[in-house]
């Protein structure tokens, strides 16, 4: 489970922010996780409680918004879900695609008080 490696280097990056920014106390913590991104979202909220035990986070709350996976296709140019249409145009058949989005992963907001 490559996620609990995941949540420690988020939690590691959002202390330095803590650190840098002169926060006193952090409300939540807010991921964006494409749904072709390879991470299990959860993953990530079964690992959290254990990472930040002890820390300054503790009472952090872990938000994740789940992207889907947009895909344009290539031979009628219509954008739509990949995973919910399996990869098949539900304009013209065309299984050709372009991923616009869904590999994402980032760290979208740190909410303080």
């Given at each position: 489970m490559h996620e609990l490696g995941i949540v420690c280097s988020i939690v590691d990056q959002v202390l330095e922010v803590v650190r840098k920014q002169g926060l006193s106390e952090v409300?939540?913590?807010?991921?964006?996780?494409?749904?072709?991104?390879?991470v299990v979202p959860e993953y990530l909220t079964g690992c959290y409680p254990s990472v930040v035990d002890g820390t300054m986070l503790e009472k952090t709350e872990l938000r994740i918004e789940e992207l889907p996976a947009i895909g344009?296709?290539?031979?009628?140019?219509?954008?739509?879900?990949?995973?919910?249409?399996?990869?098949?145009?539900?304009?013209?058949?065309?299984?050709?695609?372009?991923?616009?989005?869904?590999?994402?992963?980032?760290?979208?907001?740190?909410?303080?008080?």
């Open positions: 409300e939540a913590i807010v991921l964006e996780v494409g749904a072709m991104s390879s344009k296709c290539r031979s009628c140019g219509e954008s739509y879900d990949v995973i919910n249409h399996r990869g098949v145009c539900p304009g013209c058949g065309g299984k050709e695609l372009e991923l616009l989005g869904g590999r994402e992963f980032n760290i979208k907001e740190i909410i303080a008080r």
